[in-house]
């Protein structure tokens, strides 16, 4: 239990307050045994209060976590050369023994893995502030409310969840003493004169779902160890599972129909494949780009944004094709750029459509164009997966709903993945059941060449979800298909494909044609135009999409581009749902009949289809 005279030179009066304020005995025990177990100096507990919030800004500063740019506001933060990516290798679910989670996902002894994370937490603080902080995930005062707490020794994390996440200090009193809240314990280890962890050889990632507990150490990587992103994306699929709702890798944003209308759409894509794109496209608002909580509210699908910032990808991100993010990152804010170059107090990065200078400072140290690292590898002048994090607030494009506690109603999912030769742009499901089961839980996504070395490798990622599904997969398909059977009216699913090309490996899809593809599926989902039936599902009529090519991006839409796109490829099909479903039966051991039966119900429809028309359909024949 925490008591001032137990820990008299590291508790305050004032911290004790803090505490004690909050009434609660699970509190109370996991901030008790971090204090024991990590040996602070002292601590600085973070209430909602903005000179606390402002005095994590200044502790990163002074502490060298962060160092200030020359835009007011900007700071950048460097992670190890070797800290620089999710590591699946070291994280894994701490399980009791006989439980499991199947064969796709990792899981350790829970004992063990308790015994050697609290190992390399031992003691880990000598010399360093605890910094405690309490969040919210999803709106304040809403049934999407989750409470959780954090304890790090990092500035950085701490000043990256206040801009990433919601204050949750008074949303914790509402717990009136209940358990019912997600705990994170982060430790960064030993650090070099950067401030950069150096024992990444011991970083691990340990998720104890029977106590929504997350153990992180040795890593300042944000994926790794700001606990309210994927980490507690996991407890909350966990949780979701036995509270008959959903927890989703999706964006959230409003499409702008005719006449004034907005109508909400959640989206699943694996990495590199257009989520953040889609969710902050031109004359369209965002709710948020990465992670939401999906609920039945009186029957109807209801949403949220689980955050209130953006920790994205700053590759190629730039004025011509990412205009409203660009802005933000180069005008007054406060904003948090990582691994990416420094010079002259500015941050360059790969693909902004600007020079960048031919010396700096990156995540590698002093930098020079042809720099190697010790392995004899180019060092770039930005890290591939160099980040920026901000405040949803800094966007013009920011739906007017996004804090609403009660969410907003959800009319339509996307899926989408990397895929050369075998989806069409666009494709609306025939049900629910088949949305889940063809577009989410059939998501393939072809690797490229950048990335691992060997181009077109087409990795399984059912619902965009596969890295951090806490569950069984056979029961997480199951828990969607229910979800949308206790709804009066499920929204709509669709799949999407911005990456068809054409035999000389050209793209078939400009990169804005995505705003075609969603305002078609905005129509859809109000019945506004009619659609063409194909083996799989339902695709736009060339007559739909001409003056939605004219109107929205000034472009002629010609009879040719739209037989190359939507032609449907019957080999592709059957050979992409073949694949799939042998997944399912050979490393899925629960998974639900009614699977099988759709993979059997589509085959034959698409060897019906080959039959009559051949092996690749015009979509013209099929409208006849």
Same mark, same amino acid.
């Given at each position: ?46 209430? &909602? ?24 506001? !900007?700071?950048?933060?460097? &992670?190890? =050369? ?6 699946? #290798?070291?994280?894994? =679910? ?14 350790? &002894? ?104 997350? $153990? ?76 939401? $909580? ?24 730039? *004025? ?27 941050? =360059? ?13 990156? !995540? ?5 164009? +042809? ?6 590898? *180019? ?16 966007? *013009? ?15 339509? %999912?996307? =899926? ?18 088949? +949305? ?16 691992? +070395? ?77 659609? %063409?039936?194909? *083996?799989? +599902? ?18 002629? $839409? ?25 997944? $399912? ?37 099929? #409208?006849?």
């Amino acid at each position: 239990m925490l008591t001032q005279s137990k820990f008299d030179k590291i508790v305050s009066p004032e911290d004790l307050r803090k505490i004690t304020a909050l009434n609660n005995e699970k509190l109370n025990a996991f901030i008790a045994d971090a204090i024991s177990l990590c040996q602070p100096r002292d601590l600085f507990i973070c209430t &909602d209060s903005p000179a606390d919030h402002a005095h994590i800004r200044k502790m990163a500063l002074e502490t060298g976590d962060e160092f200030p740019l020359a835009t007011p506001g !900007h700071t950048c933060h460097f &992670d190890g =050369y070797r800290d620089q990516a999710r590591d699946p #290798a070291h994280t894994a =679910y701490l399980l009791e023994p006989g439980q499991t989670l199947g064969k796709n996902i990792k899981s350790i &002894d829970r004992t063990a893995g308790l015994k050697e994370v609290r190992s390399y937490l031992k003691g880990s603080y000598r010399n360093r502030t605890m910094i405690i902080c309490f969040w919210c995930l999803g709106p304040t005062d809403s049934p999407f409310s989750i409470s959780a707490v954090q304890i790090t020794d990092s500035p950085y994390v701490a000043h990256s969840e206040s801009i990433l996440c919601r204050p949750g200090y008074d949303q914790f009193k509402n717990l009136d003493g209940s358990s019912d809240f997600f705990a994170f314990l982060h430790a960064s280890g030993p650090l070099d004169s950067h401030h950069c962890s150096t024992e990444t050889d011991k970083r691990r990632i340990y998720i104890d779902l029977d106590d929504e507990t997350v $153990y992180t150490v040795n890593t300042q990587y944000a994926g790794n160890s700001v606990g309210l992103k994927k980490l507690a994306l996991r407890l909350a699929i966990h949780r979701a599972s036995s509270e008959n709702w959903l927890a989703e890798h999706m964006f959230v944003m409003g499409a702008h129909g005719p006449n004034g209308r907005v109508t909400y759409f959640t989206g699943a894509f694996p990495s590199a494949c257009g989520k953040t794109s889609t969710a902050m496209l031109p004359h369209q608002t965002i709710v948020g780009d990465d992670i939401a $909580y999906i609920r039945n509210i009186d029957g109807r699908a209801r949403t949220v944004n689980v955050e209130h910032g953006i920790f994205g990808i700053i590759r190629s991100v730039n *004025p011509d094709d990412d205009p409203e993010i660009y802005r933000a990152l180069t005008t007054p804010a406060e904003v948090i750029f990582t691994n990416v170059l420094v010079s002259d107090g500015k941050p =360059y990065w790969t693909g902004m459509k600007a020079e960048l200078p031919q010396t700096g400072e990156n !995540h590698s140290g002093d930098w020079h164009t +042809g720099k190697l690292d010790s392995d004899g590898k *180019p060092v770039p002048p930005s890290h591939r997966n160099a980040r920026y994090t901000v405040r949803l607030s800094e966007l *013009p494009n920011r739906d007017p709903h996004t804090d609403d506690p009660a969410g907003v109603p959800l009319s339509g %999912i996307i =899926y989408g993945g990397r895929d050369s030769d075998t989806l069409v742009p666009v494709e609306q499901a025939y049900n629910w059941t088949e +949305g889940i089961i063809l577009k989410g839980a059939s998501i393939e996504s072809q690797t490229t060449a950048a990335t691992l +070395g060997k181009e077109g490798v087409r990795k399984f990622n059912i619902m965009s979800n596969m890295d951090f599904v806490a569950i069984p997969l056979g029961r997480y398909v199951e828990n969607n298909l229910d979800f949308g059977h206790s709804l009066q009216s499920p929204p709509a699913i669709f799949s999407t494909n911005y990456f068809l090309q054409n035999e000389n490996g050209d793209f078939l899809n400009g990169k804005l044609d995505k705003t075609v593809w969603l305002l078609w599926a905005e129509l859809r989902v109000h019945n506004d135009v009619p659609a %063409i039936n194909t *083996p799989t +599902g339902l695709i736009p009529r060339y007559e739909d999409l001409v003056p939605l090519f004219a109107d929205k991006l000034n472009k002629d $839409y010609t009879e040719s581009d739209y037989t190359k796109q939507f032609t449907i490829r019957i080999p592709q099909l059957l050979e992409k749902y073949h694949r799939v479903e042998n997944i $399912y039966r050979t490393t899925v051991a629960d998974t639900p009949r009614i699977v099988f039966d759709t993979f059997k119900h589509t085959r034959n429809r698409l060897i019906a289809a080959q039959k009559r028309y051949g092996d690749y359909i015009n979509p013209f024949d099929l #409208a006849k």
